[in-house]
């Protein structure tokens, strides 16, 4: 990941890095590296994202189209 600073304003570029990071999800996958999580509980929460992913597309999908 590449962030230029521009005339010495560090402040504006760690707030492009933050962004860009969030936009990644670094964040978040930090946050889960912390601890060890077991396989069973990767997969489980794997689907549990995937299945709130689908819904949100699929509720996106109805108020623009229509069903």
């Given at each position: 990941m590449y962030v230029s600073v521009r005339d010495n304003n560090v402040?504006?570029?760690?707030?492009v890095l933050k962004k860009k990071m969030?936009?990644?999800?670094?964040?978040r996958e930090?946050?889960?590296?912390?601890a060890y999580e077991k396989p069973s509980e990767?997969?489980?929460r794997e689907m549990a994202e995937n299945t709130r992913r689908v819904r949100k597309l699929m509720r996106k999908r109805?108020?623009?189209e229509g069903y």
């Open positions: 402040d504006q570029a760690l707030r969030q936009r990644e999800g670094m964040f930090m946050k889960n590296r912390r990767r997969k489980a109805l108020e623009r």
